[in-house]
């Protein structure tokens, strides 16, 4: 069965400064596709950056950037130059790109910005 | 484009009763699929349908169904409440055939008492 772990509950950042949030799955599968969502206080899922499996290159999406370490199964989300508005829950998520495709999510990590 | 569209966004029901909730997905996106959030589960996957068939269930009692209708339109029904179905119920929609990422609504926030 395909399961995703975050081990990190809560995390916090300096504005303006990088975090990094950990993520590692388990899968048999070989082609898959792995997302960071983002969850603020409205409740809303927001997609912030997905990978597919089968690409080497590590996605980027402005200042939110992952390392894919697909023989590790790790799929890291980092932020860079976090700003106050990053503060939100953080979901890691995997889906199978073919079969059994609901989408797993891993328990989340909740992100404190300072200011 | 309009993004997904939940109705309603909070709903308090007694408990033996039962709820429909309603998720309009983006136009064009043919898949739908919910999920129940809660503090102690996470996020756990109840179903997906796709042009009108249930293409995959989760783990939950038969309590919870659902449905799709012709325009993509769906909803879920939750029948017989138990305090335990207190949550944020998350509807997501997709565009096509293969599996890609899934674009969520604001959830429907059911409560129970």
């Known amino acids: 069965a395909q399961t995703v772990t975050q081990s ?16 590692t799955y388990d ?14 206080p409205s409740r809303q899922m927001i997609l912030v ?13 402005n200042r939110f950037s992952v390392n894919f370490q697909k023989a590790a199964k790790s799929f890291s989300l980092k932020i860079s130059d976090s700003q106050l508005g990053d503060a939100a829950m953080y979901f890691c998520a995997y889906r199978a790109r073919y079969n059994n495709n609901d989408m797993r999510f891993g328990a989340g990590t909740r992100l404190t910005v300072k200011p | 484009k309009a993004g997904v569209t939940q109705t309603p966004r909070y709903l308090i029901k007694t408990r033996g009763q039962q709820v429909t909730l309603s998720c309009s997905p983006i136009s064009g996106h043919r898949s739908v699929s919910w999920y129940q959030q809660t503090p102690g589960q996470g996020l756990q996957f109840l179903f997906e349908y796709f042009s009108e068939t249930q293409r995959n269930k989760g783990n939950f009692p038969g309590r919870f ?13 939750v029948s017989t409440l138990e305090l335990g179905d207190s949550a944020l119920y ?15 609504g604001q959830g429907t926030r059911l409560t129970v008492v």
């Open chain 1, 49 to 61: 950056i997905r990978q597919e499996a089968y690409k080497q290159q590590n996605a980027t999406e």
């Open chain 2, 65 to 77: 169904s659902g449905r799709q209708f012709s325009n993509s339109r769906s909803e879920m029904n």
């Open chain 1, 27 to 40: 899968t048999s599968e070989s082609d898959y596709y792995l997302f960071w969502y983002k969850q603020p």
């Open chain 1, 8 to 23: 990190q509950p809560e995390m916090s950042v300096q504005e303006a400064e990088t975090v990094t949030l950990s993520c």
């Open chain 2, 90 to 104: 998350l509807c997501a929609s997709s565009p096509g055939t293969r599996n890609t990422e899934a674009f969520f």
